[in-house]
């Protein structure tokens, strides 16, 4: 993961135009011009983290492209929660770049900002995102009904959520600093 850099913009824009992909990862938005994605991609760019509020790139170590995106959201510092949202582009989906983006986030999450508990609302028609959060370790906590209205109806939303003890449960933390 790093930040989102202003050359992003085309990938960010191919995302885009694909109503897919902006349905598994929030909702589908009014098309964007390049110019309009541009600007949004230099201000992402410039953007300082705040309050623990921050979107990421999820970049291919194997050349450098784009996968994805990550986002932190629903920070609440006195109880110690925060969400997370991550949408990985068609063409890197299956490789692990979701799984490996998660673990990271949390790993800094709870172990740098000292965050108790993870909390992640999934699409219920989304097999692979459910299946994600299980294979993570994430507990299913409830389900929203007819919660969320796209695609001419309205669709249910599973909540998951882990706490730091389980996430390093399954994940330790590196022994030697």
């Known amino acids: 993961m790093r930040g989102v850099e202003p050359e992003d913009w085309e990938a960010f824009h191919r995302f885009d135009d694909n109503t897919d992909e902006m349905r ?6 009014p098309p964007r011009s390049a110019a309009g994605q541009r600007e949004w991609a230099q201000k992402q760019a410039l953007k300082e983290p ?23 959201s629903e920070i609440d510092h006195r109880a110690g929660r925060f969400s997370y949202g991550v949408a990985i582009g068609t063409g890197h989906k299956g490789r ?19 965050f108790h508990k993870c909390e992640a609302s999934v699409w219920a028609f989304n097999d ?11 507990t299913e906590e ?32 590196p022994s030697e600093i």
């Open 24 to 29: 598994r990862a929030d909702r589908v938005h």
């Open 50 to 72: 705040v309050d623990d509020r921050m979107m990421l790139a999820v970049e291919s170590l194997a050349d450098g492209a784009l996968a994805g995106m990550m986002t932190t």
């Open 96 to 114: 692990g770049y979701a799984t490996e983006a998660v673990r990271l986030l949390l790993n800094f999450m709870f172990g740098e900002r000292r």
């Open 128 to 138: 692979a995102s459910i299946a994600l959060h299980r294979k993570l370790g994430f």
């Open 142 to 173: 409830g389900r929203l009904r007819d919660h969320e209205f796209f695609a001419g109806r309205h669709h249910d939303v599973v909540l998951f959520g882990m706490t730091a003890a389980e996430f390093a449960a399954r994940h330790p933390y």
